[in-house]
């Protein structure tokens, strides 16, 4: 079976700092990645996706970056955060179109 | 422009009701149409997924309707319990692109 993972669960970063999540799939090859963020009060918004090695589409212009350096790992990155960056950040995966499984999310506070 | 809305944005029903949440959006043109449940802090579950060519999908308690021609699905929960309590996403597939509604959050009490 397919699993999801992500981590950290929970993040407290300053304003300024670099920032790391990584996402990894397990039990299934070049599935479609994408990285999410839900911002208190909004609804849920797509970053990134990506489908397949090297290949990131991005859909918001803002100041973060996503790379997936691996078949099944997928890393959202930022060089110096915003307060803005604040939320609840989901990674999913798919075959192709089909349905999307999200992962256990990662909720970042910027200090 | 592709948009998804929902209607209504929270809903709250005792325990026993049957209830309808509204999804409707815009450019027909669909590949797929997904409804998601988030509980407070975590990610998200699927519940179903309807494709552009199907016109429904039933899942235990939970009905999904899709009508593309008026650009609307509906999930249809019946007769909902305390644990259905859960905000309800809609999301809709244009060309690998996942564009999700605001929500409707959903209190049932007993």
């Known amino acids: 079976s397919q699993t999801i993972h992500q981590w950290p669960a929970t993040l407290v970063q300053p304003v300024g700092s670099p920032l790391s999540l990584e996402c990894t799939v397990e039990g299934t090859s070049n599935p479609n990645l994408y990285w999410y963020r839900q911002a208190a009060g909004r609804g849920l918004q797509l970053l990134f996706y990506?489908?397949?090695?090297?290949?990131i589409s991005s859909e918001v212009p803002q100041n973060l970056s996503a790379s997936r350096p691996q078949d099944r790992q997928f890393i959202l990155s930022s060089k110096k955060l915003l307060l803005s960056d604040s939320g609840f950040y989901l990674c999913?995966?798919?075959?192709?179109?089909?349905?999307?499984?999200f992962g256990p999310g990662t909720r970042l506070l910027v200090l | 422009k592709q948009e998804v809305t929902q209607i209504p944005a929270a809903l709250s029903v005792p325990e026993g009701e049957n209830l309808v949440l509204n999804c409707s959006f815009t450019?027909?043109?669909?590949?797929?149409l997904q409804w998601f449940r988030q509980d407070p802090g975590k990610g998200l579950t699927s519940l179903l997924l309807i494709q552009s060519s199907q016109r429904e999908q039933t899942s235990g308690r939970l009905n999904a309707s899709l009508d593309k021609s008026s650009g609307r699905s509906t999930l249809y929960i019946a007769a909902s319990q305390p644990g259905d309590s859960a905000t309800y996403l809609c999301a809709v597939d244009w060309a690998d692109k996942l564009i999700f509604g605001t929500g409707t959050r959903l209190q049932v009490f007993p």
């Open positions: 999913a995966w798919s075959r192709g179109s089909e349905t999307q499984y």
């Open positions: 990506s489908v397949g090695i090297g290949q």
């Open positions: 450019d027909s043109a669909i590949y797929n």
